[in-house]
């Protein structure tokens, strides 16, 4: 394995959990393979639905606490040291689900003044200075308030660190190729029978799910697969993971990827399929 200690990848994601469903399997292969991963969540999942009944009692702040916990049991499956809260820890309330009254809490994410929030950003960008970024397109993936709004304080951030002149080469949607979601859904419908899940969820729910055109690159993790398992277990109060399979609080099977996918939206792509997300960065070190 090549050390890679000038490379530096970022990614920006809403609460606790997001990071290890979408890039689990990346994280631990770039962490591994000596980059420096930084990891920033924007708010630590305050109101999220709890699935084990044993700490049903958590909500709110003592949930926030405890997700935070769970987190940090995560990165240490991934192997990512550098993890941390937008602003600090609790700066940014979880703003819950599109359409429910906590949206208009000024205290939560939602509400947040894109400015202000990317200025948080700035300053870890302007000190990590990383080639690459991730997060959610417009729509936050699937419409989640606290998804949508990372999505626009981190493309903020990328501007506004730019125009105090570091310039990020390359910057990725998470994203899932469609004829592969399709797919690994048949296998589900028909693997269903023999799992602890009930119901399968649809393609539709996936989070990211575009046409496989728009797909750049391609992060092979099989090799990092049990890690990302792993990550996705210790977010026990969000995840039942039953591999290669897992749900989240609407108990609705989703097959869990091991090779994650992106899109460039930023930056020079290297190659009809690239397969590192450093790829044609090695000169702007
Ligand atoms: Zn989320």
Not at 149 to 173: C, D, S, W
């Amino acid at each position: 394995m090549t050390e890679q200690p000038g490379r530096r990848l970022l990614l920006v994601h809403a609460h606790p959990d997001d990071e290890s469903i979408n890039n689990g399997a990346t994280m631990a292969r770039y962490a591994a393979e000596g980059a420096r991963v930084t990891l920033v969540t924007c708010t630590l999942g305050e109101r999220g639905e709890v699935i084990p009944p044993g700490l049903g009692h958590l909500t709110g702040a003592a949930l926030g606490e405890y997700r935070l916990r769970e987190l940090t049991a995560a990165m240490g499956e991934l192997g990512v040291r550098d993890f941390r809260q937008l602003g600090g820890a609790g700066r940014y309330r979880d703003s819950g689900m599109m359409g429910i009254a906590d949206n208009d809490d000024p205290d939560c994410f939602w509400q947040a003044d894109v400015d202000e929030a990317a200025a948080h950003l700035v300053e870890v960008i302007r000190e990590v200075r990383p080639q690459v970024l991730v997060t959610y397109d417009e729509n936050g993936g699937y419409g989640h308030p606290d998804h949508i709004q990372t999505h626009r304080v981190a493309l903020r951030a990328v501007e506004l660190a730019a125009e105090a002149g570091v310039e990020i080469a390359k910057v990725y949607f998470n994203r899932v190729p469609r004829s592969l979601a399709v797919d690994a859904f048949g296998r589900l419908e028909r693997d269903l029978p023999g799992l602890p899940f009930a119901k399968s969820a649809a393609v539709d729910d996936v989070p990211g799910v575009v046409d496989d055109e728009r797909v750049t690159t391609r992060i092979d993790g099989t090799a990092y697969a049990a890690a990302k398992a792993a990550a996705m277990r210790a977010h026990a109060t969000q995840i039942t993971v039953a591999e290669p399979y897992f749900v989240l609080s609407n108990e609705l099977a989703q097959p869990l990827f091991t090779t994650e996918y992106y899109e460039l939206v930023r930056g020079e792509q290297a190659g009809a399929e690239e397969t590192d997300l450093f790829a044609g960065t090695e000169e702007t070190r």
